[in-house]
């Protein structure tokens, strides 16, 4: 699925030239990338296993999956936090996606992208790293078709390691100062991070962002989460 055809599908007659709400102009265009899910793991390895039962695989095995969802499993809490959270809190202009997943190998798709377990290898055929042309030209390739099609006082918010260059890099470079990131991220582990986004969504509070090229990306750890109250048994 290309982004410039994912971008604009779906959208009800009309609504590019909807005027927009006096709501929707206070608050800024936002959009979110998604680091990937690390498909050289153990439960990715489970999806590739052929003798594996459980749902999922199974469906992979004879059919497919939306691309969202397998990352979802993949990563577990940290890349469901990260899809959930940012579903809740995208707001992109008319007739772009406010959801993007970087891939190893095939630059931007969306969270709908349905994918095989032929196209999932493929997608995660290289390695993440900016001076790896596999990873780099095609994340390349659609984060400028993306610049091109945001309005220039979008946000293009990066959930995901902002301490390596691995999305820093490529992504600064097109990007550039509309680049941010949530600043709670600094010094939190993934599973804090996937926490901290669940939490986010439960209270219908988004985080602070803020823009890459001028933050502190590394930071002492955060205290712990505090632990969640148990559901009152009914």
């Not at 990260?82 to 202009?93: Q, V, W």
């Not at 095989?116 to 993440?128: P, S």
């Not at 890099?169 to 010094?187: D, S």
Request: glycine fraction near 6%.
């Amino acid at each position: 699925m290309s982004l410039k055809r994912a971008t604009f599908k779906g959208m009800p007659p009309g609504s590019l030239s909807r005027a927009p709400l006096e709501s929707e102009r206070a608050e800024p265009r936002r959009i979110f990338l998604l680091s990937p899910a690390n498909a050289a793991g153990v439960r990715a390895k489970t999806l590739f296993d052929p003798r594996s039962r459980f749902e999922l695989a199974r469906r992979l095995q004879i059919s497919s999956a939306p691309l969202g969802e397998v990352f979802s499993f993949i990563s577990g809490l940290y890349f469901r936090g990260k899809l959930a959270y940012a579903e809740r809190f995208a707001n992109p202009p008319s007739g772009v996606a406010g959801v993007h997943i970087i891939t190893a190998a095939a630059g931007l798709l969306l969270p709908q992208e349905i994918v095989t377990l032929a196209r999932l290898r493929t997608i995660c055929a290289a390695r993440v790293d900016p001076d790896d042309p596999k990873y780099r030209q095609p994340l390349d390739r659609d984060a400028r078709r993306l610049n091109a099609v945001i309005p220039p006082d979008a946000q293009v918010v990066l959930l995901g390691s902002i301490t390596t260059p691995k999305y820093v890099l490529p992504l600064l470079e097109i990007f550039g100062e509309r680049l941010y990131f949530p600043q709670e991220f600094v010094g939190r582990g993934d599973m804090s991070r996937g926490g901290l986004l669940l939490r986010c969504c439960s209270s219908e509070t988004p985080l602070e962002y803020v823009a890459v090229l001028s933050a502190t990306r590394r930071g002492r750890r955060p205290p712990k989460l505090a632990r969640l109250p148990k559901p009152k048994k009914k």
